[in-house]
């Protein structure tokens, strides 16, 4: 809603600050503040020290974060090449074909993600598709799990894109894979990126259903947050939590560029 007048805005800033700093930058400026501290016995952290980030960005805590960075990415990847291509399909159905595939893709996230790692453990602990005690299961996992927001995400720019272009396309005799690679996908890729940012985002934060496939040798970095807050470690699980956090805001940023250097073509 736009606010034109000097007191209204001041108003509507003064809301937006109310709102934000309690319910969303308060919480994660505390886990910082944690991360740099000993002690916290009263209101304020005590004895600050950077101990707790040389221990996260080296050993156990870095090849968790690569752990991490490799998951993501490949889930991001298959999810965003699923996702796109079930949702340029479903721009050629009907309208109960589309909503077939919507009713698949959605459901994965309808459910808790606990529920979806449960299903895959069942489904992959036998052969033929022994995925059981492998990072394959894990990457499965959280490709399934975010593949409906990059459906989604394509889906709904395919319906807000001009047809005309096509139509242009084909009535010059290029061929539908032509219209496809060189027409539709170009002018997609805004859509394709953000997706892209939004699977990754959610698959470095994924813990419910990766606790329950993870084998010992693939340990992602919200498993080893989880791990190290049980045992009591709070200020180094704190520490972890903001290399995480650090980590995804500088790919969402790199990916942002990209986004708006597409946006521009």
């Known amino acids: 809603m736009l606010v034109h007048s000097r007191k209204g805005k001041w108003a509507a800033w003064a809301l937006f600050l109310v709102l934000f700093l309690p319910l969303f930058a308060l919480p994660l400026l505390v886990i910082v503040a944690a991360s740099f501290s000993t002690h916290w016995s009263g209101a304020f952290p005590s004895g600050p020290t950077t101990e707790h980030y040389s221990a ?4 156990e805590s870095l090849q968790a974060l690569t752990t991490s960075l490799v998951t ?4 991001s990847l298959l999810a965003l090449t699923v996702g796109s291509w079930a949702a340029v399909a479903a721009a050629g159905l009907g309208k109960r074909g589309r909503r077939v595939l919507d ?7 309808a459910v808790p993600s606990v ?3 449960l299903a895959i453990l069942v489904a992959f602990s036998k052969p033929p598709m022994l ?4 990072r394959w299961i894990v990457i ?3 490709t399934v799990l975010v593949t409906a927001f990059a459906y989604q995400s394509v889906a709904a720019a395919i319906i807000r894109l001009d047809p005309m272009y096509e139509q242009a396309a084909a009535s010059l005799g290029a061929r539908p894979s032509y ?12 859509s394709l990126t953000a997706a892209a940012g939004l699977c990754f985002a959610l698959s470095m934060g994924e813990l419910s259903a990766t606790m329950m496939l993870y084998p010992p040798d693939w340990m992602l970095l919200p498993v080893l947050i989880f791990t190290a807050t049980d045992r009591g470690s709070l200020f180094t699980g704190s520490a972890l939590a903001v290399v995480l956090m650090g980590t995804t805001l500088l790919v969402l940023l790199a990916v942002s560029r990209i986004r708006t250097k597409a946006s521009y073509r």
């Open 140 to 142: 499965l996992a959280h």
């Open 72 to 75: 993501a990415v490949t889930a």
């Open 115 to 117: 529920v979806v790692g």
């Open 131 to 134: 995925l059981n005690g492998t």
């Open 56 to 59: 996260a960005v080296r050993g």
């Open 103 to 109: 009713a698949l893709f959605v459901l994965p996230v």
């Open 179 to 190: 219209v496809l690679f060189r027409v539709k996908l170009p002018l997609l890729l805004p």
